[in-house]
Protein backbone atom coordinates (compact mmCIF):
# COMPACT_ATOMS: atom_id res chain seq x y z
CA UNK A 1 0.00 0.00 0.00
CA UNK A 2 1.52 3.33 -0.22
CA UNK A 3 1.55 6.00 1.87
CA UNK A 4 0.41 9.37 1.16
CA UNK A 5 -0.79 10.80 4.55
CA UNK A 6 0.44 10.25 8.17
CA UNK A 7 -1.12 10.87 11.12
CA UNK A 8 0.90 11.64 14.54
CA UNK A 9 -0.36 11.74 18.25
CA UNK A 10 0.71 12.34 21.64
CA UNK A 11 -0.76 11.03 24.86
CA UNK A 12 -0.25 10.72 28.33
CA UNK A 13 1.86 12.97 30.67
CA UNK A 14 3.59 15.39 28.53
CA UNK A 15 7.14 16.13 28.51
CA UNK A 16 10.36 17.99 26.68
CA UNK A 17 11.33 16.55 23.55
CA UNK A 18 8.11 15.30 21.83
CA UNK A 19 7.99 18.02 19.67
CA UNK A 20 11.28 16.81 18.66
CA UNK A 21 10.15 13.35 17.72
CA UNK A 22 7.44 15.25 15.64
CA UNK A 23 9.96 17.46 14.01
CA UNK A 24 11.97 14.52 13.40
CA UNK A 25 8.85 12.44 11.90
CA UNK A 26 7.70 15.67 9.77
CA UNK A 27 11.55 15.81 8.02
CA UNK A 28 11.41 12.52 6.67
CA UNK A 29 7.76 12.68 6.05
CA UNK A 30 8.37 15.95 3.72
CA UNK A 31 11.60 14.58 2.10
CA UNK A 32 9.64 11.41 0.54
CA UNK A 33 6.51 13.51 -0.03
CA UNK A 34 4.23 12.44 2.09
CA UNK A 35 1.39 15.18 4.09
CA UNK A 36 1.65 14.69 7.64
CA UNK A 37 -1.86 15.46 9.66
CA UNK A 38 -1.76 16.34 13.71
CA UNK A 39 -4.42 14.44 15.93
CA UNK A 40 -5.21 16.62 19.00
CA UNK A 41 -5.43 15.36 22.44
CA UNK A 42 -4.61 12.29 22.21
CA UNK A 43 -6.64 8.96 21.42
CA UNK A 44 -9.63 11.90 22.49
CA UNK A 45 -8.60 13.66 19.08
CA UNK A 46 -8.91 10.19 16.79
CA UNK A 47 -12.56 9.74 18.43
CA UNK A 48 -13.33 13.10 18.04
CA UNK A 49 -11.62 14.00 14.65
CA UNK A 50 -10.18 16.65 16.07
CA UNK A 51 -7.01 17.56 13.73
CA UNK A 52 -5.04 20.07 12.54
CA UNK A 53 -2.53 19.98 9.06
CA UNK A 54 1.07 20.20 10.12
CA UNK A 55 2.79 22.00 7.26
CA UNK A 56 6.70 22.07 7.86
CA UNK A 57 7.31 25.24 6.62
CA UNK A 58 5.33 27.02 9.57
CA UNK A 59 7.50 24.88 12.20
CA UNK A 60 11.38 25.22 11.42
CA UNK A 61 13.26 24.30 14.54
CA UNK A 62 10.36 22.54 16.56
CA UNK A 63 12.69 20.54 17.86
CA UNK A 64 13.78 22.82 20.46
CA UNK A 65 10.62 23.55 21.47
CA UNK A 66 9.43 21.83 24.89
CA UNK A 67 5.85 20.09 25.33
CA UNK A 68 3.78 19.00 22.56
CA UNK A 69 2.44 21.78 19.82
CA UNK A 70 -0.56 18.64 19.46
CA UNK A 71 -1.62 18.45 23.06
CA UNK A 72 -2.62 15.41 24.95
CA UNK A 73 -5.03 13.63 27.21
CA UNK A 74 -4.92 10.09 29.40
CA UNK A 75 -7.86 8.83 26.99
CA UNK A 76 -7.85 4.81 26.34
CA UNK A 77 -10.61 3.85 24.47
CA UNK A 78 -10.23 0.13 25.46
CA UNK A 79 -11.30 1.19 29.10
CA UNK A 80 -14.76 1.03 27.67
CA UNK A 81 -16.90 -2.07 28.11
CA UNK A 82 -17.35 -2.77 24.45
CA UNK A 83 -15.59 -5.73 22.93
CA UNK A 84 -11.82 -4.90 21.94
CA UNK A 85 -12.03 -6.23 18.54
CA UNK A 86 -15.13 -3.63 18.01
CA UNK A 87 -12.91 -0.80 19.05
CA UNK A 88 -10.09 -1.26 17.48
CA UNK A 89 -12.06 -1.31 14.13
CA UNK A 90 -13.99 2.02 15.23
CA UNK A 91 -10.44 3.44 15.64
CA UNK A 92 -9.19 2.18 12.18
CA UNK A 93 -12.53 3.44 10.54
CA UNK A 94 -11.93 6.78 11.96
CA UNK A 95 -8.64 6.60 10.57
CA UNK A 96 -9.85 5.67 7.05
CA UNK A 97 -12.63 8.58 7.55
CA UNK A 98 -9.93 11.11 7.94
CA UNK A 99 -7.84 9.52 4.70
CA UNK A 100 -4.74 8.83 6.85
CA UNK A 101 -2.76 5.73 5.67
CA UNK A 102 -0.89 5.18 8.95
CA UNK A 103 -0.18 6.66 12.00
CA UNK A 104 2.24 7.27 14.65
CA UNK A 105 1.65 6.65 18.17
CA UNK A 106 3.70 9.06 20.76
CA UNK A 107 3.35 7.78 24.38
CA UNK A 108 3.70 5.20 27.30
CA UNK A 109 2.54 1.98 28.01
CA UNK A 110 -0.94 3.54 27.90
CA UNK A 111 -1.08 4.96 24.83
CA UNK A 112 1.17 2.00 23.15
CA UNK A 113 -1.20 -0.06 24.52
CA UNK A 114 -3.84 1.09 22.93
CA UNK A 115 -1.69 1.26 19.72
CA UNK A 116 -0.50 -2.48 20.10
CA UNK A 117 -4.57 -3.57 20.54
CA UNK A 118 -5.48 -1.40 17.34
CA UNK A 119 -2.78 -3.69 15.37
CA UNK A 120 -3.29 -7.12 17.43
CA UNK A 121 -7.62 -6.87 16.92
CA UNK A 122 -7.62 -5.08 13.50
CA UNK A 123 -4.59 -4.91 11.46
CA UNK A 124 -3.94 -1.21 11.82
CA UNK A 125 -1.10 0.35 10.68
CA UNK A 126 0.39 2.19 13.75
CA UNK A 127 3.75 2.21 14.79
CA UNK A 128 4.95 3.52 18.61
CA UNK A 129 7.39 5.77 19.23
CA UNK A 130 8.24 5.17 23.46
CA UNK A 131 7.88 8.32 25.85
CA UNK A 132 7.63 8.38 29.07
CA UNK A 133 9.43 11.14 31.93
CA UNK A 134 9.83 8.48 34.68
CA UNK A 135 12.31 6.36 31.69
CA UNK A 136 10.17 3.28 32.85
CA UNK A 137 9.43 1.68 29.91
CA UNK A 138 10.97 -1.32 28.78
CA UNK A 139 12.17 -1.41 25.87
CA UNK A 140 14.34 1.15 25.21
CA UNK A 141 16.89 2.07 27.87
CA UNK A 142 16.12 5.84 27.86
CA UNK A 143 12.74 7.72 26.69
CA UNK A 144 13.65 11.28 25.75
CA UNK A 145 12.71 14.30 28.19
CA UNK A 146 14.49 11.77 31.04
CA UNK A 147 17.71 13.39 30.71
CA UNK A 148 16.15 17.05 30.51
CA UNK A 149 14.13 16.07 34.03
CA UNK A 150 16.93 14.77 35.95
CA UNK A 151 19.12 17.88 35.03
CA UNK A 152 16.51 19.84 36.65
CA UNK A 153 15.67 18.23 39.80
CA UNK A 154 19.45 17.95 40.18
CA UNK A 155 20.01 21.90 39.62
CA UNK A 156 16.95 22.06 42.15
CA UNK A 157 18.66 20.23 44.80
CA UNK A 158 21.59 22.26 43.54
CA UNK A 159 20.29 25.67 44.32
CA UNK A 160 18.43 24.15 47.65
CA UNK A 161 21.99 22.95 49.10
CA UNK A 162 22.89 27.07 49.35
CA UNK A 163 19.45 27.75 51.96
CA UNK A 164 19.42 24.74 53.06
CA UNK A 165 22.92 25.78 54.40
CA UNK A 166 22.33 29.43 55.69
CA UNK A 167 19.17 28.09 57.56
CA UNK A 168 20.97 24.49 58.98
CA UNK A 169 17.60 22.77 57.33
CA UNK A 170 16.93 20.09 56.43
CA UNK A 171 14.66 19.83 52.73
CA UNK A 172 12.88 16.52 51.65
CA UNK A 173 12.52 16.80 48.29
CA UNK A 174 10.11 15.11 46.29
CA UNK A 175 10.78 14.09 42.47
CA UNK A 176 8.35 13.04 40.04
CA UNK A 177 7.76 9.06 39.47
CA UNK A 178 4.80 6.83 41.10
CA UNK A 179 6.02 3.31 40.63
CA UNK A 180 10.29 3.55 39.38
CA UNK A 181 13.22 6.12 40.62
CA UNK A 182 14.77 6.59 38.03
CA UNK A 183 14.62 10.19 38.43
CA UNK A 184 15.24 10.41 42.03
CA UNK A 185 18.19 8.21 41.56
CA UNK A 186 20.14 10.06 38.77
CA UNK A 187 19.17 13.57 39.82
CA UNK A 188 19.92 12.51 43.79
CA UNK A 189 22.88 10.80 43.16
CA UNK A 190 24.26 13.80 40.75
CA UNK A 191 23.33 16.32 43.08
CA UNK A 192 24.49 14.48 45.98
CA UNK A 193 21.63 13.82 47.85
CA UNK A 194 21.90 12.79 51.53
CA UNK A 195 19.11 10.44 51.72
CA UNK A 196 18.09 8.45 48.01
CA UNK A 197 14.36 6.72 48.54
CA UNK A 198 12.56 5.00 45.54
CA UNK A 199 9.86 2.64 44.65
CA UNK A 200 11.87 -0.08 44.53
CA UNK A 201 13.42 -0.21 47.42
CA UNK A 202 10.47 0.51 50.24
CA UNK A 203 12.49 2.47 53.27
CA UNK A 204 12.73 1.85 56.65
CA UNK A 205 12.15 5.12 58.58
CA UNK A 206 14.02 4.58 61.64
CA UNK A 207 17.06 2.82 59.72
CA UNK A 208 17.31 4.77 56.72
CA UNK A 209 16.49 8.39 57.40
CA UNK A 210 16.21 9.16 61.25
CA UNK A 211 19.90 7.20 61.97
CA UNK A 212 21.34 8.16 58.67
CA UNK A 213 20.45 11.73 59.75
CA UNK A 214 21.88 11.48 62.84
CA UNK A 215 24.86 9.79 62.09
CA UNK A 216 25.44 12.71 59.80
CA UNK A 217 24.34 15.49 62.47
CA UNK A 218 26.96 13.67 65.00
CA UNK A 219 29.89 13.90 61.82
CA UNK A 220 29.74 17.52 61.59
CA UNK A 221 26.91 18.10 59.12
CA UNK A 222 24.35 21.36 59.27
CA UNK A 223 22.14 21.00 56.26
CA UNK A 224 20.69 17.37 54.78
CA UNK A 225 18.82 16.93 51.24
CA UNK A 226 16.53 13.87 51.17
CA UNK A 227 15.62 13.33 47.63
CA UNK A 228 12.51 11.02 47.34
CA UNK A 229 10.39 9.76 44.92
CA UNK A 230 6.53 10.80 44.83
CA UNK A 231 6.24 6.96 44.74
CA UNK A 232 8.58 6.08 47.70
CA UNK A 233 6.83 4.39 50.61
CA UNK A 234 7.89 2.73 53.63
CA UNK A 235 7.77 -0.80 54.19
CA UNK A 236 4.96 -2.25 56.34
CA UNK A 237 6.83 -2.77 59.91
CA UNK A 238 8.24 0.98 59.51
CA UNK A 239 4.78 1.84 58.75
CA UNK A 240 3.04 0.19 61.96
CA UNK A 241 6.32 1.10 64.41
CA UNK A 242 7.67 4.40 62.91
CA UNK A 243 4.29 6.25 61.42
CA UNK A 244 2.29 8.75 64.00
CA UNK A 245 0.70 11.23 61.39
CA UNK A 246 -1.46 8.60 58.92
CA UNK A 247 -4.45 7.18 60.39
CA UNK A 248 -5.18 3.53 60.34
CA UNK A 249 -8.32 3.50 58.00
CA UNK A 250 -5.85 5.61 55.46
CA UNK A 251 -3.19 3.11 55.29
CA UNK A 252 -5.92 -0.07 55.51
CA UNK A 253 -7.61 1.84 52.39
CA UNK A 254 -4.75 2.29 50.30
CA UNK A 255 -3.54 0.19 47.43
CA UNK A 256 -0.51 -2.79 48.49
CA UNK A 257 2.48 -3.17 46.51
CA UNK A 258 3.41 -7.10 46.28
CA UNK A 259 4.43 -7.85 49.46
CA UNK A 260 1.38 -6.24 51.11
CA UNK A 261 3.09 -2.82 51.90
CA UNK A 262 0.59 -0.10 51.46
CA UNK A 263 1.59 2.37 48.35
CA UNK A 264 1.99 6.12 50.14
CA UNK A 265 2.42 7.02 46.64
CA UNK A 266 -1.15 9.74 46.66
CA UNK A 267 -0.50 10.89 50.22
CA UNK A 268 2.74 13.61 49.56
CA UNK A 269 5.25 11.41 50.79
CA UNK A 270 7.65 14.83 51.41
CA UNK A 271 5.20 15.80 53.90
CA UNK A 272 4.76 12.80 55.51
CA UNK A 273 8.47 12.41 55.96
CA UNK A 274 8.77 16.01 57.67
CA UNK A 275 5.80 15.47 59.70
CA UNK A 276 7.16 12.90 60.86
CA UNK A 277 10.52 14.31 61.91
CA UNK A 278 9.24 16.90 63.54
CA UNK A 279 7.71 14.58 66.26
CA UNK A 280 11.51 13.25 66.59
CA UNK A 281 12.34 14.63 70.14
CA UNK A 282 15.11 12.64 69.95
CA UNK A 283 16.45 13.03 66.76
CA UNK A 284 15.81 16.68 67.71
CA UNK A 285 18.24 16.73 70.66
CA UNK A 286 20.76 15.04 68.60
CA UNK A 287 21.07 17.97 66.36
CA UNK A 288 20.87 20.67 69.26
CA UNK A 289 23.78 18.64 71.13
CA UNK A 290 25.59 19.84 67.55
CA UNK A 291 24.49 23.29 67.85
CA UNK A 292 22.18 23.29 65.00
CA UNK A 293 18.28 23.85 66.09
CA UNK A 294 16.12 20.73 64.18
CA UNK A 295 14.48 22.46 60.99
CA UNK A 296 12.83 20.48 58.23
CA UNK A 297 10.85 21.66 55.11
CA UNK A 298 9.30 19.76 51.77
CA UNK A 299 9.60 20.82 48.53
CA UNK A 300 7.50 19.18 46.03
CA UNK A 301 9.42 19.00 42.22
CA UNK A 302 6.13 17.96 40.85
CA UNK A 303 5.45 19.72 36.95
CA UNK A 304 8.43 21.93 36.88
CA UNK A 305 9.84 18.52 35.74
CA UNK A 306 8.13 17.53 32.92
CA UNK A 307 8.50 21.26 32.00
CA UNK A 308 10.54 24.11 29.84
CA UNK A 309 12.43 22.84 26.90
CA UNK A 310 14.68 19.77 25.93
CA UNK A 311 18.59 19.79 26.65
CA UNK A 312 20.87 18.89 23.70
CA UNK A 313 20.00 14.51 24.33
CA UNK A 314 16.67 14.73 24.11
CA UNK A 315 16.11 16.80 21.31
CA UNK A 316 18.14 14.56 19.31
CA UNK A 317 16.82 11.59 20.93
CA UNK A 318 13.48 12.42 20.11
CA UNK A 319 14.69 13.47 16.26
CA UNK A 320 16.15 10.37 16.22
CA UNK A 321 13.03 8.14 17.29
CA UNK A 322 11.21 10.56 14.65
CA UNK A 323 13.35 10.13 11.59
CA UNK A 324 13.10 6.20 12.68
CA UNK A 325 9.68 5.55 13.43
CA UNK A 326 8.84 7.22 9.92
CA UNK A 327 10.95 5.07 7.71
CA UNK A 328 9.14 2.03 10.05
CA UNK A 329 5.95 3.54 8.28
CA UNK A 330 7.73 3.33 4.89
CA UNK A 331 8.79 -0.09 5.31
CA UNK A 332 5.53 -0.66 6.23
CA UNK A 333 7.03 -2.40 9.32
CA UNK A 334 3.58 -1.70 11.51
CA UNK A 335 3.03 -3.17 14.99
CA UNK A 336 6.48 -2.43 15.82
CA UNK A 337 7.87 0.71 18.09
CA UNK A 338 11.18 2.68 18.21
CA UNK A 339 13.60 1.95 20.74
CA UNK A 340 16.60 2.94 22.01
CA UNK A 341 19.66 -0.21 22.84
CA UNK A 342 22.71 1.15 24.15
CA UNK A 343 23.33 3.86 21.55
CA UNK A 344 21.16 2.55 18.42
CA UNK A 345 17.57 3.13 17.73
CA UNK A 346 16.08 -0.58 17.09
CA UNK A 347 13.02 -1.86 16.05
CA UNK A 348 10.69 -4.13 18.90
CA UNK A 349 7.25 -5.13 18.82
CA UNK A 350 4.80 -2.54 20.35
CA UNK A 351 3.59 -5.77 22.85
CA UNK A 352 7.52 -6.06 24.08
CA UNK A 353 7.71 -2.16 24.83
CA UNK A 354 4.60 -1.24 26.49
CA UNK A 355 5.96 -3.00 29.41
CA UNK A 356 7.05 -1.58 32.06
CA UNK A 357 10.68 -2.02 34.07
CA UNK A 358 12.50 -0.62 37.33
CA UNK A 359 16.09 -0.36 38.56
CA UNK A 360 16.21 -3.84 39.78
CA UNK A 361 19.13 -4.80 42.62
CA UNK A 362 22.16 -5.16 40.07
CA UNK A 363 21.83 -1.64 38.98
CA UNK A 364 25.31 -0.15 39.29
CA UNK A 365 23.10 3.08 40.94
CA UNK A 366 21.74 0.64 43.78
CA UNK A 367 25.25 0.75 45.17
CA UNK A 368 26.31 4.20 44.34
CA UNK A 369 24.08 5.69 46.08
CA UNK A 370 24.77 3.18 49.16
CA UNK A 371 27.85 4.13 49.03
CA UNK A 372 27.13 7.81 48.19
CA UNK A 373 24.46 7.97 51.71
CA UNK A 374 27.02 6.61 53.97
CA UNK A 375 30.76 7.15 53.02
CA UNK A 376 30.42 10.74 53.71
CA UNK A 377 29.31 10.30 57.30
CA UNK A 378 31.39 7.46 58.20
CA UNK A 379 34.76 8.42 56.69
CA UNK A 380 34.09 11.86 59.24
CA UNK A 381 33.20 10.00 62.17
CA UNK A 382 35.61 10.54 65.12
O1 LIG B 1 4.00 9.20 34.34
C1 LIG B 1 4.60 10.42 34.23
C2 LIG B 1 4.21 11.33 35.37
O2 LIG B 1 4.90 12.54 35.20
C3 LIG B 1 4.47 10.76 36.76
O3 LIG B 1 5.80 10.87 37.17
C4 LIG B 1 3.51 11.57 37.58
O4 LIG B 1 3.11 10.88 38.73
C5 LIG B 1 2.36 11.75 36.66
O5 LIG B 1 2.84 11.63 35.35
C6 LIG B 1 1.63 13.06 36.84
O6 LIG B 1 0.50 13.05 36.03
P1 LIG B 1 -0.42 14.32 35.76
O7 LIG B 1 0.31 15.25 34.87
O8 LIG B 1 -1.62 13.75 35.11
O9 LIG B 1 -0.69 14.96 37.09
Known sequence: MSIKKIGILTGGGDCPGLNSVIYGIMLKAYDTGIECVGILKGWKGLIENLTIPLNIAEHDDLHTVGGTILYTSRTNPFKSIESKEKVAQDLVAKLDELGIDALIAIGGDDTLSVADAMCKYAKANVIGCPKTIDNDLAGTHYTFGFWSAVQLASNAMDNLTTTARSHQRVFVVEIMGRDAGFLTMYSGISAGADIILIPETPFDFERDIVEV??????????????????????????????????????????????????????????????????????????????????????????????????????????????????????????????????????????????????????????????????????????
Open 213 to 382: LRNRVNAGYKHHIIATSEGAYPKNESLERDFNTISKETIDNLPKDTYGNPLLAKLNISKIIVDELNLRKDLKSDFQNNGVDFESRSVVLGHTMRAGTPNSYDRILGLRFGLAAMKLVLEGKFGNMVSLQGNKIETIPLSEGVKKKYITKDNDKMELRDLLVKIRYLSKQK
